[in-house]
């Protein structure tokens, strides 16, 4: 599929605002109420993630001491429930499968979940750059 064609495909309404570059700001592990059960990453995790106009989309997070490496390249597709998925077409392991994301969109920040509120999950909270 080319370029073209992928931007012509249909948006979710808040598709648009993801293109950007997008600085990460935290990774924290919730518990099902909320609850702050880790910061894997540290306090302040360093980390760059990309949404390109033809839905591409690219990920890099360093390593830490009790986290691995995040780094992959692929394309995205938006839902209109929030779902975000991001298709790995080049990664890192464990990052070589797709990656699927709830996402919350306010302004400048974005956030991608790995499960609904209400669920343990773990949150990446990222801004736009």
């Known amino acids: 599929m080319s370029a073209t064609e992928k931007s012509s495909a249909p948006r979710a309404p808040w598709d648009a605002g993801l293109v950007g570059t997008w600085s990460l700001r935290s990774i ?34 360093p390593g830490h001491p009790d986290a691995p490496a995040v780094a992959y390249i692929g394309d995205y597709e938006a839902g209109t429930d929030g779902v975000l998925r991001h298709i790995v077409r080049v990664g890192l392991p464990p990052f070589t499968e797709d990656q699927v994301r709830w996402a919350r969109l306010e302004g400048d920040c974005l956030t991608l979940a790995t499960d609904r509120e209400g669920r343990r999950r773990v949150e990446l909270r990222w801004a736009r750059a």
């Open 28 to 61: 924290r592990e919730l518990s099902a109420d909320g609850t702050l059960l880790a910061e894997p990453y540290g306090q302040r995790p360093s980390g760059r993630l990309h949404y390109g106009p033809a839905h591409q989309v690219a990920v890099v997070i």
